[in-house]
């Protein structure tokens, strides 16, 4: 089966950094994407890897290792308005969109 | 670009009644549009796939007659919950990709669908 796994919920503080790691196992492998999702609202586009390295966006970066099946996003200079969710999906080989459960993250002063 | 639309973007409903949602991509041609269901706490549920011209295909335990899925354009997908009762409450999210485009989805901002 298609399965995605990424940690429930994560901690952190303000002003501090946070790695939120998702591995998953598809039927290939078409590109991964990370959403935030703040409470009542609908997710907005984070990242995309579909390449393995690095990709920086501002404070945002993520990672992808295709080899193992793995992702992280990694947040720094954390801010308040950070927690969120925080959703791992991955595009598969008939480009379905299959998803994690997501993580919500709390940022504490 | 890539921007997307519902409408409501919250109803409350009496039991017994139906509701109607509408997806529209405003800067694009969406042939493919989806719609998500997600209860609190709980991530995305894909409902259902559709496609322009074509009937929409359902996901495993998704009522097709009672979840009616349009999607008579290109830039419009309508989701109507027929018979809704309490159970039916929860945030309904549609997306929709660009024609060409075989990845990304963009999302509308949801739907709060609450019935009494």
């Known amino acids: 089966g298609q399965n995605i796994d990424q940690p429930t919920e994560m901690t952190a503080t303000e002003g501090a950094i946070v790695q939120i790691n998702c591995t998953y196992q598809t039927s290939g492998f078409n590109g991964l994407f990370w959403y935030q999702q703040h409470a009542g609202e609908a997710p907005t586009f984070l990242s995309y890897n579909v390449l393995d390295g690095l990709e920086e966006k501002g404070r945002f970066s993520s990672f992808l290792s295709r080899s193992k099946g793995y992702s992280y996003l990694l947040l720094k200079e954390l801010q308040m308005k950070d927690s969120a969710s925080y959703l791992c999906a991955v595009t598969d080989s008939n480009y379905q969109l299959i998803w994690g459960a997501g993580t919500k993250l709390i940022i504490k002063p | 670009g890539a921007v997307v639309s519902q409408h409501p973007s919250w109803v409350i409903c009496k039991s017994g009644t139906s509701v109607k949602i509408e997806c529209r991509s405003l800067?694009?041609?969406?042939?493919?549009m989806f719609w998500y269901r997600q209860f609190p706490k709980q991530s995305l549920m894909l409902m259902a796939t559709s496609n322009e011209g074509s009937k929409a295909t359902y996901e495993q335990g998704v009522e097709k007659d009672k979840f009616l899925i349009n999607h008579a354009s290109l830039t419009l997908s309508t989701l109507t919950v027929t018979s809704a009762h309490p159970e039916d409450s929860s945030f309904y999210i549609c997306s929709a990709k660009r024609q060409g485009d075989y990845n990304e989805q963009f999302f509308g901002p949801g739907t709060r669908l609450t019935v009494l």
């Open positions: 800067d694009f041609q969406a042939t493919t």
